[in-house]
């Protein structure tokens, strides 16, 4: 029940939302996403994290012609992503008090069908449940940031929905032919994923027309889109940088997920044989998005866009971290999806708040801000620190599993990485040197007397900058939740078996 | 000869006498009242009572299985089932019509019996058990619309629209009727069981059986708009008023797709000589698809646009009848097809309801630079239109996305994946072009001033009840999708 409350209660919030009167929209919606957020909360005492399988499961006939059920259960692959959603939905919702103006009912709404895709999409252990959930994130994300975005928002909107989708369809069709292998091979259509891991697909190496290789493919592709990775991430900056700042935490935080999240739960332990074929092409352009990621964030002179391109460098690390097939960089892949989740929300955050208040970018503009706002800057440097992995944060700990994970499987790969390692201290202390050190900028010399933060900001960032810290000191807070489930996905990679524990 | 036909057999056809006597009584009243247009709602009410008679008929005599008339009808699952879908098209477009400016004002008593009778000719298409009478019935609900296209007080267009659609519409029609005369030199019948029972052995050994099967198929390919037979559509939808395109787009197709089961289940895409043919016939398909959602990707005009999608529809049906025929027995295929008529019927209908509230004058021909700004104005309307071009799309959790999901199932099992990958590279381009009204409404403001419009509370019901369909049947396509599966059952 708990999960499926999880799901649907946010949907029952958006209903609620629109009928709330209009002063009462904004501190009505916090309520009911901190209400929805201490309900998760309740995971930590439902969820045993020693158990391997699956967890708080329900189920039920929805498409039986098909085989298709509503099934959704838990596991540690999947608890910190679910925890993850439903804890930003308030800091986004604290943290777009002032940015949005117009239609807040509206955006509240999409805010709450958001989390109910988001968390449907997280715990759906049936295929089709699965697509649905995924597909309909589309939607309410495609209205943020058509409705609440920058001027290039059309564009964005637009070319952001029709490259999620041309990749989820073919996955439409891996899914369908997943369900008929079913048929074939116990008797019974069945779209659930326990049955899929089940399967015994026929697999050719060194060819690319076989079963195995094309079903891994039309997974991987509306995976790698959505992660993005390089060379399909195109999507992404246009898409951050013109969402609203709430469209863009979500974006970055949570939708990402739905890409590495798909590669664990799918193409990995779905797809053995080919995942392990194939996997040399994923951990090289995971390679190529980082270096490439941070080359082209390091001459963006507007900082949003700097944080777009830093993310899909930080993707690219976890899709090196998920490729390298052992402990390590499993480990590390799922732990640098959170703090990815926790960092670069945090600088989207940071960068609407400024912006809200100068109402520009462009670095140029900037310079001292150090001097005129010291709390802002506090938050930003240490969200930063997060970001390029200085020991201590969260970052540090996730790059370096993965790092260690890949050194085992592709020393030289792992070689070019590192050199990301680098880049990314180089274009976002560059950043923060032009930002907040050096001669009063532009907009600093004019500046009205408060650019700094109040006291609502503060209590937006301070939940994240706690957790980056928490997150880079005691590491096994976190990981212990997912150890068991992690160690058997890579163990038992090529027979996997998910049960559903009683 | 002895005739002797049984009471029930008269129950059988009951809804189509309904239907025809219902539509009479406003016509006779008004004729006997001089001529004097009655009050439109009167009227309408008369039909619904008609349709409302109908579908009791319809459901009472549900799941019968039997002929009638000497077997000259048929009764069996796939008649039942479209039946209802054709019934309630006539209902909702009725309704729409009743507030069109192209229709309602003089003539609206004329409109209705003409509708109802084409209404009744797809009645006959759909239980036609005979050649002859699938004919009678394909003219009869034709002329009724070529009428009703040139009826509109709109002066500019739907004249050349009506008589660029009788012509095609007869060029169509000649050609069935030549394929049937074919057929019926080398079965000796017209009879639907016979023709299906020899069709495997004569395609195998008989040219002439060959080619009046062909003819036959392109007679239906073209009132079903499957490339090349596609280019009368744009032109047709654009010029006939809004309402009646809704009607004409759904009842058509969703009859004529029955009849084309009907010759499917013949297994005659089994037949070894047939191949190349049916290797034309995929060809076809993925053409339809493509020039269906490049076309709809150009057009300025809404209807024009929703004229191509409908082509691209097409499309995606013709992936389901080909799964249904080369699978010689497949149910999937079968009833992917009827589930994509469902489907495809209440989301056009409503997507052509929504263009047709927002008309305000007879000759109104709407843009997507028509749209900007609607969400603020008139957000029912927006998220009702929102919700159909989503369906139509196939995005979950709508009845377009199941609609899609067992018509690709069905190719998937017949080894028809390449079928089904075009497919889903032409979802692929429509969600251009579909969400571009959406951007219109919602992220844009407008710079035209929109006439203001009357309330027209009927069909703004009518709207929202498509919507509300959309929805369900998308959240629970399970029911409806065992109503399919047993419809079909019998034939296949």
Redesign the interface.
């Known amino acids: 029940m708990l999960l499926s409350l999880l799901i649907f209660l946010p949907l029952f919030f958006a209903f609620v939302v629109a009928l709330l009167p209009e002063k009462a929209i904004r501190p009505g919606a916090l309520i009911m996403s901190l209400l929805h957020f201490a309900l998760s909360c309740a995971l930590f005492y439902r969820f045993d994290p020693h158990k391997v399988g699956l967890q708080l499961v329900e189920r039920s006939?929805?498409?039986?012609?098909?085989g298709i059920t509503y099934f959704v259960g838990i596991d540690g692959i999947s608890f910190w992503l679910v925890m993850l959603s439903a804890f930003l939905t308030p800091i986004v919702v604290l943290g777009s008090w002032t940015a949005i103006a117009k239609n807040v009912r509206s955006f509240h709404i999409c805010l709450f069908l958001l989390l109910t895709s988001t968390i449907g999409t997280f715990v759906a252990m049936d295929a089709?449940l699965f697509?649905?959930f995924f597909?309909?994130s589309?939607?309410p994300m495609?209205?943020m940031v058509?409705?609440w975005g920058g001027a290039n928002?059309?564009y964005a909107?637009?070319k952001f929905?029709?490259y999620t989708?041309?990749g989820s369809?073919?996955m439409?069709?891996a899914i369908?032919?997943l369900?008929?292998m079913t048929q074939d091979q116990f008797g019974q259509m069945s779209a659930s994923i326990l049955d899929f891991y089940k399967l015994q697909i026929p697999f050719v190496a060194g060819t690319v027309l076989n079963t195995q290789t094309l079903l891994f493919f039309a997974f991987a592709l509306a995976f790698a889109i959505k992660v993005p990775m390089f060379p399909v991430h195109t999507w992404l900056p246009d898409a951050h940088v013109e969402a609203p700042t709430p469209g863009s935490v979500i974006l970055a935080a949570i939708m990402l997920k739905m890409g590495t999240y798909g590669f664990m739960r799918f193409v990995i332990p779905m797809f053995p044989s080919a995942t392990e074929y194939w996997a040399w092409l994923f951990m090289v352009l995971g390679v190529i998005g980082i270096v490439y990621g941070a080359l082209v964030a390091m001459v963006q002179p507007d900082m949003k866009k700097l944080v777009a391109y830093s993310s899909v460098s930080h993707m690219g690390y976890v899709m090196l971290g998920l490729f390298a097939l052992n402990i390590y960089g499993a480990t590390g892949g799922l732990y640098q999806m959170l703090n990815h989740g926790v960092s670069t929300g945090a600088l989207f955050l940071l960068v609407g708040m400024i912006y809200e208040k100068t109402h520009s970018r462009q670095i140029a503009d900037y310079g001292g801000l150090a001097r005129v706002a010291p709390i802002y800057s506090i938050a930003f440097l240490i969200v930063t620190f997060s970001s390029i992995a200085v020991p201590l944060t969260n970052g540090f700990v996730g790059e370096f599993l993965i790092l260690l994970g890949s050194f085992q499987a592709n020393p030289w790969l792992t070689a070019v990485a590192v050199t990301g390692v680098i880049l990314g201290a180089v274009y976002m202390l560059w950043m923060v040197k032009r930002i907040f050190f050096g001669g009063d900028g532009k907009l600093i010399a004019e500046a009205h007397d408060d650019l700094d933060i109040g006291a609502r900001e503060i209590f937006v960032l301070a939940p994240l900058v706690i957790l980056i810290f928490w997150m880079g000191i005691f590491p096994n807070d976190f990981m212990n939740w997912s150890k068991a489930s992690v160690n058997n996905l890579i163990d038992n990679r090529t027979h996997y078996v998910l049960s559903v524990e009683e | 000869m002895q005739i002797d036909f049984s009471f029930i057999d008269f129950m059988l056809v009951g809804p189509a006498v309904a239907l025809f006597f219902f539509s009479c009584v406003p016509l006779l009243i008004k004729v006997l009242r001089g001529n004097v247009e009655q009050n439109s709602l009167a009227t309408l009410i008369y039909a619904f009572l008609g349709i409302v008679a109908a579908l009791g008929f319809t459901f009472t005599m549900m799941g019968t299985e039997r002929t009638a008339f000497d077997g000259a009808l048929v009764f069996d699952g796939i008649s039942s089932f479209t039946t209802v879908i054709v019934l309630l098209i006539t209902g909702v477009a009725l309704t729409f019509m009743r507030d069109s400016f192209s229709t309602n004002s003089r003539q609206f008593t004329e409109a209705m019996f003409l509708t109802m009778n084409s209404a009744v000719g797809m009645l006959t298409v759909v239980w036609s058990n005979d050649l002859i009478i699938t004919f009678v019935g394909i003219e009869l609900f034709s002329l009724c619309l070529y009428i009703l296209i040139a009826m509109s007080l709109e002066e500019r267009v739907s004249k050349e629209a009506a008589f660029k659609y009788f012509i095609l519409g007869s060029f169509a029609s000649a050609l069935m009727l030549y394929g049937i005369s074919f057929i019926y030199g080398t079965v000796g019948s017209t009879y639907l069981p016979d023709l299906l029972q020899a069709t495997p052995n004569l395609l195998a050994t008989n040219r002439l059986f060959l080619l009046g099967f062909i003819l036959l198929i392109s007679g239906v390919a073209f009132k079903l708009a499957v490339f090349p037979f596609h280019s009368w559509a744009p032109d047709v939808y654009q010029g006939s008023p809004t309402p009646l395109t809704g009607f004409m787009a759904t009842g058509v197709k969703a009859v004529v797709l029955a009849f084309f089961l009907r010759l499917v289940a013949s297994q005659a895409f089994t037949v070894e000589r047939f191949w190349p043919f049916v290797d034309v016939l995929q060809w076809l398909t993925v053409m339809t698809i493509l020039v269906g959602n490049i076309g709809a990707f150009r057009q300025k005009s809404l209807k024009r646009m929703l004229a191509y999608s409908s082509v691209a529809h097409s499309g995606y049906i013709m992936i389901g009848i080909i799964a249904a025929g080369i699978g010689g027995a497949s149910m999937l295929g079968a009833s992917g097809v009827m589930f994509y008529i469902l489907s495809y019927s209440i989301m056009t209908l409503g997507a052509f309801g929504v263009l047709h509230v927002l008309e305000s004058r007879a000759d109104s021909d709407l843009t997507v630079e028509d749209l900007k700004g609607l969400a603020n104005e008139k957000p029912w309307t927006a998220l009702s239109m929102t919700v159909l071009l989503?369906s139509l799309?196939g995005?979950?959790?709508t009845i377009g996305?199941?609609g899609k999901?067992f018509i690709?199932?069905a190719a998937?099992?017949q080894g028809l994946?390449w079928l089904?990958?075009w497919g889903?590279i032409g979802?692929?381009i429509s969600?251009?072009y579909y969400?571009r009204p959406v951007?219109a409404m919602?992220?844009?403001t407008p710079t035209l001033r929109r006439d203001t419009i009357g309330m027209r509370p009927l069909s703004y019901f009518a709207i929202s009840f498509t919507a509300f369909l959309v929805l369900l049947v998308g959240l629970a396509?399970?029911p409806f999708?065992?109503v399919v599966?047993t419809s079909v059952a019998k034939v296949f």
Do not use: D, H, N
Request: proline residues 6%; negative net charge; aromatic residues 24%.
């Open positions: 006939p929805w498409v039986p012609t098909f089709v697509y649905v597909e309909t589309l939607i495609y209205f058509g409705v928002r059309l909107t637009m929905f029709i989708m041309a369809l073919f439409l069709i369908v032919a369900i008929f | 989503v799309t995005i979950p959790p996305f199941f999901f690709f199932s998937i099992k994946t089904a990958v889903v979802s692929v969600v251009y969400l951007v919602y992220m844009e396509a399970e999708y065992q599966l």
